[in-house]
């Protein structure tokens, strides 16, 4: 347990915040989707305020206890795969630990942990693939995204169906280009021409 703030933070409380109580995935996602995909700067800052410390002390391995079960995996996955991109939006910070949840997230799967947890929780756990700029890592995200997809209720699968398009539009733009064009400029990379002109385009951004 980690002190932050002046309370405990535990995997527990990073998942409470994140998918709340609710016991259905729909309405898990219905109630919890702006916190998950609206850039809302009020969002950020609470996130930052909460758990900036404790993103401190994932990626310098004083939470390496929470990998040894399903939701423990999860929280770590979420914290540095999710909430770096909160707290640092629009600063290279936002993806300065995608390989440690990219390893995680695959130590989780090769372990086969994954299946503990639910449909809607899983989307998170596949997440660090989907943001993997290697092919492999995104072909693989298609995959786990479509057997998620196929493999819920048929009243949930128009939501999880949406979660596998796109894991499909992200692969599509690394195939393209072998990355993501919309991260050049916060990571001082050069775009080529094609890539400034795709970067034009709606949807080209996530």
Known sequence: MIRQGGEVET??????FWFGTATDDLDVAEQCGKLWWKKDAATDARIRERFAGLLDDAVNNRCDDWLTDARGRLAMIILV????????????RAFAHDHLA???????LAAGVDRALRPIER????????????LEDQDRSVDL??????????????????????????RDIVRRFGRFPHRNRILG?????EELAFLKQPGSSF
């Open 102 to 108: 990219l390893k995680w997230c695959k130590d989780g």
């Open 189 to 193: 990379r050069s775009s080529s021409d």
């Open 11 to 16: 995997a527990s409380t990073i998942l409470r």
């Open 81 to 92: 795969d999710q909430f770096s991109r909160n707290m640092y939006r629009e600063t290279p």
């Open 123 to 134: 989307v998170f756990a596949y997440l660090p693939l989907e943001h993997s700029e290697t």
């Open 145 to 170: 995204f479509t057997e998620l997809a196929n493999g819920v209720p048929e009243e949930k699968r128009k939501l999880f169906a949406g979660y596998a398009d796109y894991a499909e539009r992200h």
